[in-house]
């Protein structure tokens, strides 16, 4: 039953960042940055790009506006 419920949190905490990182679309990189920081999601700002390592996504931005999400996978 732990087990369970430790499963679906880790699941729910997911979703809940995956829906709070689409909502950034559209945005600046500052208010991206902004908003990561205040739901304590790390992220790393590069060039062009906004990593997200806990989704393991990419913010794209172009104009200083975030235009896509691009999914990375780590290299081993």
């Keep these: 039953m732990q087990h369970t419920l430790i499963t679906n949190h880790i699941v729910n905490n997911k979703l809940i960042e995956s829906q709070l990182i689409k909502s950034l679309l559209g945005h600046s990189r500052h208010h991206c940055a902004q908003i ?12 062009h790009w906004l990593a997200i390592p806990s989704q393991q996504v990419l913010l794209v931005f172009r104009h200083q506006r975030c235009v896509a999400i691009d999914a990375y996978q780590i290299a081993a």
């Design 36 to 47: 990561l920081s205040n739901q304590s999601i790390d992220s790393i700002e590069f060039g």
